[in-house]
């Protein structure tokens, strides 16, 4: 991030801790020190809460930090608010959480804890998790990124849950065979990415990036379409599975930010966001995580259709997530050659989200149907 970047953040970031009145500051303080007072059998009055003075703005919300403290104990919070969200799906969302770690305790270690919920004031309250976010810029032990696809994709494909549990939480292209098993109309979802690459080039094209809207050529989406008439086998998604909500503490990672799961739907769908967005940092190391993670999420090989549906979603977010920062003034001025270049690059390489040299093949797209 440059220094202009920098200092619009911290602007934007001091305007939204504008937001926070006094009187919240003083109910959320007493609502924490009830809740802990109660978990740790301490009286209230010994129990001390410290908000932050920053409140961090975010696509998903706000982020405020605070710390309790009571004698021999201490916690630390972290406080997601989303004054614009709708109640019902945040609690929806706390509701999934908790079925989530209940469901599958084994995986839950590598997943932030929900603490408590507030749908009166639209907060959820997670634990504080150490760490950085994933960042191609800094060191990151290859050994890591291993053991990170290997989590994502025990988390996708975990099976423990019956489907009558599961019924509320299938994505909109997902069904159940005669037998049970979960499977998930891919052409749909990639249909719709298309159409999100259409509008993004067509908008991006508007503002004087030509080259976007030769996207047609880059992604042929009628045969790759035929190559999915079969059902894919549905999982579990996170929904915004990105390195910059993979926080790295040395050897150890937690991922954060789980606003959409548990939702069952196409587990390729989170890799796909996940390429994307180390494609965004244009870092060299980006490339190396990216293939040593597609190497160990597809260890018994990939087929060519699913490189080129994973380079249509991927496609689509970054296209999408450009055309978004084009049209907000900031980007305008901070971005505009960052931009340009990035479309360049999509647009020049056959597969830019991956090295297919590091992956091993596999001949077909045969649906690989399952329970979710």
Request: net charge positive.
């Amino acid at each position: 991030m440059n220094s202009l970047a920098a200092t619009a953040r911290i602007i934007r970031d001091a305007a939204t801790s504008a937001e926070l009145t006094a009187s919240m500051r003083r109910d959320w303080c007493e609502r924490l020190r009830k809740f802990w007072s109660a978990r740790w059998q301490t009286p209230p009055s010994g129990v001390v809460v410290r908000l932050g003075r920053r409140i961090r703005a975010g696509a998903g919300g706000r982020m405020v930090r605070a710390v309790v403290i009571a004698p021999g104990r201490h916690a630390a919070l972290r406080l997601k608010w989303c004054p614009t969200a709708d109640p019902a799906a945040l609690e929806a969302t706390a509701v999934n959480m908790r079925w989530w770690r209940a469901a599958h305790p084994d995986l839950a270690a590598n997943v932030a804890e929900l603490l408590d919920d507030w749908p009166d004031q639209r907060v959820l309250v997670m634990a504080e998790c150490e760490g950085e976010p994933l960042s191609p810029r800094s060191a990151v032990p290859e050994t890591v990124i291993v053991r990170l696809a290997r989590w994502m994709r025990a988390y996708a494909y975990a099976r423990r849950a019956p489907l009558a549990e599961l019924k509320p939480r299938l994505g909109a292209a997902v069904s159940a065979t005669a037998q049970g098993r979960l499977v998930v109309d891919a052409r749909r979802l990639l249909a719709t990415r298309a159409g999100t690459l259409a509008r993004a080039a067509d908008d991006l094209g508007a503002m004087g990036f030509s080259k976007a809207r030769t996207w047609p050529s880059r992604f042929p989406v009628d045969g790759l379409l035929a190559c999915f008439r079969e059902p894919q086998r549905a999982g579990m998604i996170h929904g915004d599975f990105k390195p910059g909500n993979v926080l790295l503490d040395r050897d150890r990672f937690t991922i954060v930010d789980w606003w959409i799961a548990p939702c069952v739907s196409w587990p390729l769908t989170d890799v796909a966001t996940f390429l994307g967005n180390l494609w965004l940092s244009a870092s060299p190391d980006a490339q190396c995580i990216a293939d040593t993670f597609a190497a160990e999420y597809f260890s018994t090989g990939i087929d060519p259709h699913t490189i080129r549906a994973l380079d249509l979603m991927a496609g689509a977010m970054v296209m999408d997530y450009l055309s978004r920062r084009m049209r907000s003034p900031v980007g305008r001025c901070l971005e505009r050659n960052r931009c340009a270049r990035l479309i360049s690059r999509l647009l020049s390489a056959d597969h830019p989200f991956l090295d297919l040299d590091q992956l091993p093949a596999r001949e077909s797209a045969a649906c690989e149907a399952g329970d979710a």
